[in-house]
C-alpha cells in the first residue's frame, strides 16, 4: 500500500494551494482519509478528514472555513483545498488512511501514511 503526497509549495500569504493524496495498493471507498501537518518543532496534528463516500467530512477548529477535503473514489484520491494560507500553515503534510467508518483524529490510529509534502506559507 503506497499513499502518494503531491501539491505542496511555497506561497504567500492569502493564496492557495490543492494537495492531492494518491492510494495504490488498496481502494480508498472504505477508508477514512485524513490529512495531518507537522510543523518545525511541533507534534503533528490532525487537519480533515473524509468519511467513505466524501459525505462525512471534518476539519480542525483552525483550518475550518478555508480548507476542504474531497475525494475520488474512482480514482482512489483525496484532495486538500487550501485557501487564505496563513504563515501558521506551514507545515509538511502527511495523508493517512485507516479502515473504518468513524472518523478519526488521533494520528495512531492510522496504519497507512504517505511521505509528506512541504507547504511554506510566506508572510
Known amino acids: 500500500v503506497q499513499l502518494q503526497a503531491s501539491g505542496g509549495g511555497l506561497v504567500q500569504t492569502g493564496a492557495s494551494l490543492t494537495l492531492s493524496c494518491t492510494v495504490s495498493?488498496?481502494?480508498?471507498?472504505?477508508?477514512?482519509i485524513s490529512w495531518f501537518r507537522q510543523s518545525p518543532g511541533k507534534e503533528r496534528e490532525f487537519v480533515a478528514a473524509t468519511g467513505w463516500r466524501g459525505i462525512r467530512t471534518h476539519y480542525s477548529d483552525s483550518v475550518k472555513g478555508r480548507f476542504t477535503i474531497s475525494r475520488d473514489n474512482a480514482n482512489n484520491t483525496v484532495n486538500l483545498r487550501m485557501n487564505s494560507l496563513k504563515p501558521d500553515d506551514t507545515a509538511v503534510y502527511y495523508c493517512?488512511?485507516?479502515?473504518?467508518?468513524?472518523?478519526?483524529?488521533?494520528?495512531?490510529?492510522?496504519?497507512?501514511w504517505g511521505q509528506g509534502t512541504l507547504v511554506t506559507v510566506s508572510s
Open positions: 493517512a488512511g485507516r479502515s473504518g467508518y468513524y472518523i478519526d483524529t488521533q494520528d495512531n490510529d492510522y496504519g497507512y
Open positions: 495498493g488498496l481502494t480508498i471507498d472504505t477508508y477514512i
